[in-house]
């Protein structure tokens, strides 16, 4: 690969994280509203959604392509589009019953 191919794609790697920062900074303000404690990973890679009792958190990342957020609660997957993040927080709200 040269220089320019190499520049090109660190950009594009850029503008990846960029809108996965994006996206998750919606859905952490749409979490807070709803009075979740949503926090970011150490590499601001996904988020960390508290409970009150002493589950472990949920992790919110983003999906590939930055369309969907996705999470892990008790052993299934769940998807959401990331172009709704209120309806992202009301879907996370009410799977850890808060």
């Given at each position: 690969m040269n220089s320019l191919m190499e520049a090109a794609a660190a950009l594009l790697r850029h503008h990846r994280h960029q809108r996965d920062l994006?996206?998750?900074?919606r859905l952490q303000a749409a979490l807070l509203a709803r009075g979740?404690?949503?926090?970011?990973?150490?590499?601001?890679?996904?988020?960390?959604?508290?409970?009150?009792?002493?589950?472990?958190?949920v992790l919110v990342?983003?999906?590939?392509?930055?369309?969907?957020y996705c999470w892990r609660w008790r052993d299934d997957e769940h998807r959401h589009p990331v172009g709704?993040?209120?309806?992202?927080?009301?879907?996370?709200?009410?799977?850890?019953?808060?």
């Open positions: 994006l996206a998750l900074t979740l404690r949503a926090e970011w990973r150490d590499n601001n890679s996904a988020l960390l959604i508290w409970r009150t009792d002493p589950d472990l958190p990342a983003m999906s590939y392509g930055c369309s969907h709704d993040s209120d309806g992202a927080a009301r879907v996370l709200a009410e799977l850890l019953g808060s």
